[in-house]
Each structure stands twice: as C-alpha cells, then as structure tokens.
C-alpha cells in the first residue's frame, strides 16, 4: 500500500500535535504513515511523495513556522515536478491576523503551481483545531485509502 506522507510546521505545537492525531487516525485504519518536520523533508524525497496531508499554522505575518523556512526558501524557488503527488492541507490560524492562515495558503498554492493534485479543498481552523477530524477522514477517504 502506498505511504501516506503526514508533514508538518509548527510554532507553538498546536499544529505538531494534530499531526500527531493525524497520524494515529490513519494508522488505526492500517495506513503506512511517514510524519515528518517541514524542514526534514527534501525537495528531491518530496518529489516522490504520493500520498501527502500538509498540517501547518501560521507565525508573524502569514508566515510559514520556523520549522518549515528552510523547506519553504527552498521550494519557493524550485523548479520541480509534484504532479506524483495527491495532497491536501490543513491550515492552522486566527482570524485577527491580517494575512488569515497565510503560511497554508502559500504551500497550498506552490503545490499546486509544481503540478500535484489537490484533492480535498484546504481546510482553514480559526483560533483552534474545529473539523480537523472531518477534513481528516475526507482526505484519508480521498487518497484512496
Ligand atoms: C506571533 C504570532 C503570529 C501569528 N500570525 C498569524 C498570521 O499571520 N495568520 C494567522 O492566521 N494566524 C497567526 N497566528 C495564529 C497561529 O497561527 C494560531 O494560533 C495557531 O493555532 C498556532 O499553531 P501552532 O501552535 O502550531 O504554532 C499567529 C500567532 C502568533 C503567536
């Protein structure tokens, strides 16, 4: 069975710890998971990802967390080919901050822009974690667990 690749950034561990629950949720259906830190994952492993739900919470002004500036300097840039590759993202924020989960929508869209496929529309959680669970099992569902 194809892996389900769970990556995440994270500032405060809001958005590490859902990863966490992601992670569980996929595996007590038997998934094959792989959780790993944004900036851990390189452009060349990422390119052979199928399988790929991004959990991600925004800093300073829309920004992706520390834990992902490198990964995100990175792919900004590069010219490399996600269209392997099947995602969704799960955006952490609040909605008092001007540019409202900016770092989600900026992966989401670079994704999509290297030719991966989008298959469950981004879910956006404002202050907290609401409907993670949904977005969770729709996209498991989705990738064709
Ligand atoms: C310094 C700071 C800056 C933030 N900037 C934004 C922002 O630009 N956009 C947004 O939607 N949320 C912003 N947030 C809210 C966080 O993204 C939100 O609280 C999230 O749940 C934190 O997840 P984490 O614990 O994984 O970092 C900011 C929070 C802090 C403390």
Do not use: E
């Given at each position: 069975m194809t892996k389900l690749n769970i990556i995440y950034a994270s500032e405060m561990g809001t958005a590490m710890a859902l990863a966490e629950d992601v992670e569980v949720t996929a595996k007590n259906k038997g998934i094959d998971t792989e959780l790993s830190e944004?900036?851990?994952?390189?452009l060349e492993s990422l390119q052979d990802m199928e399988r790929v739900m991004v959990v991600i919470s925004s800093t300073g002004d829309g920004d992706v967390p520390m834990m992902g500036e490198e990964f995100w300097t990175a792919i900004e840039k590069a010219d490399i080919d996600l269209s392997k590759m099947n995602y969704s993202v799960c955006a952490l924020g609040n909605k008092?901050?001007?540019?409202?989960?900016g770092a989600g929508k900026k992966i989401d869209k670079r994704f999509s822009e290297l030719?991966?496929?989008?298959?469950?529309n981004r879910h956006e959680c404002d202050?907290?974690?609401?409907?993670w669970d949904v977005w969770a099992e729709e996209v498991i569902s989705a990738l064709g667990y």
């Open positions: 944004m900036d851990d994952v390189s008092m901050y001007f540019n409202f989960c030719g991966a496929t989008c298959v469950v202050d907290g974690i609401d409907g």
